[in-house]
């Protein structure tokens, strides 16, 4: 499949966002295991 | 029966969808009283627990609410390109392809119940699946093309919330979080049929039975107010059952009147105009502002008598 120079701009600016919130979101839920982890133990 | 709606819904394009797709999948708007409930549970049990705890209870419940909120948008992608009001979703809009949507739910929803049986207790994770479950299948797929009592059964998926917060504070379900939850669920039906009054010709366009478009006017006016005066004796319950002070009780009482009083309007109204109906607007948006207050007067109660 062949895209304009157009999409592929656009498909690389969403692939680029949504890397960002992935990378946001593992981040917070590390923190969270973290916090569960020391909630459990208390 | 209403025949069921057309399958036809634009094909997603070839570009992926955005992270605010996503979100948008999961109901936002839906999720701010789904977590007040279920805070406002959490935060009127009797056993206060860890507040990371509590955030991850909270999250959970706005997680499993999130991919039921997907599920429903994935298996109704057809209705939903019928209504003006949802024709602008990512799968009606094309921005999104079915699957991607189905994946996402399934994911959201299993993580949201493993992380309340892991960091919280087993009783909350199961009621949680219950409630994405009962939703998505029992509401979206069974009943909503099927019945105009769709939203009376349906409503008992929002209802969960408050009870799944008391269960992961406590690890048990009382009669307090059972009251809350009929409280809910007796809402719902004058809350959507309220709004179905007025914005009757998007559903039955769609092909979906809502009980004005069955059943008439009429008979919906009078079934808004039959379930109001319920709904009024299951939210003063809690005070005169000695479950709660007076702070709510007296609260309750008040805002319940109010919500008969409204009800009432809407059940004698012979108004058949949707652009005229002031007192069904004006019960739609005053029930919105009954749960959020009746809520918030419980946990008020709670810590001000405590």
């Known amino acids: ?42 | 029966m209403i025949a069921m709606a057309s399958k036809a819904y634009p094909a997603a394009t070839v570009v992926s969808a955005d992270w605010r797709d996503f979100l948008a999948l999961t109901k936002p708007r839906v999720l701010t009283l789904v977590v007040f409930t279920g805070l406002c549970g959490l935060l009127v049990a009797p056993q206060s627990i860890h507040p990371v705890l509590g955030f991850t209870a909270v999250l959970c419940i706005a997680l499993g609410a999130g991919a039921a909120g997907a599920l429903n948008q994935w298996y109704e992608a057809d209705l939903d390109t019928m209504m003006a009001r949802t024709a602008n979703r990512p799968l009606p809009a094309g921005r999104m392809d079915r699957q991607t949507a189905l994946h996402f739910g399934v994911g959201l929803g299993s993580f949201s119940v493993l992380l309340m049986g892991l960091a919280l207790n087993v009783l909350a994770a199961a009621i949680l699946a219950v409630s994405i479950l009962f939703y998505v299948v029992v509401y979206t797929v069974w009943l909503k093309r099927r019945t105009p009592q769709n939203i009376v059964i349906g409503g008992a998926a929002g209802a969960f919330p408050a009870l799944i917060g008391w269960a992961a504070a406590t690890g048990r379900v009382d009669m307090l979080p059972v009251l809350l939850f009929a409280l809910v669920f007796l809402w719902t039906p004058p809350h959507f049929w309220a709004l179905a009054l007025f914005i009757n010709s998007d559903y039955a366009r769609a092909g979906v039975p809502m009980m004005p478009a069955v059943v008439g006017q009429r008979a919906t006016r009078i079934q808004v107010l039959l379930y109001t005066v319920p709904m009024a004796i299951a939210a003063v319950a809690p005070w005169a059952m000695g479950l709660t002070g007076a702070i709510y009780g007296i609260g309750a009482s008040l805002l319940s009147g109010i919500f008969l009083l409204l009800s009432a309007q809407v059940g004698f109204s012979r108004e058949s105009d949707p652009a005229k109906m002031k007192a069904e607007r004006r019960l739609f948006a005053f029930s919105i502002f009954y749960l959020f207050i009746i809520f918030g007067l419980l946990v008020a109660d709670k810590v001000l008598l405590a």
């Open chain 1, 1 to 42: 499949m062949t895209f304009t120079p157009e999409e592929q701009t656009e498909i690389r600016r969403r692939q680029k966002s949504r890397a960002l919130v992935t990378a946001l979101i593992l981040g917070g839920l590390v923190v969270l295991f973290y916090g569960i982890s020391i909630a459990k133990m208390l």
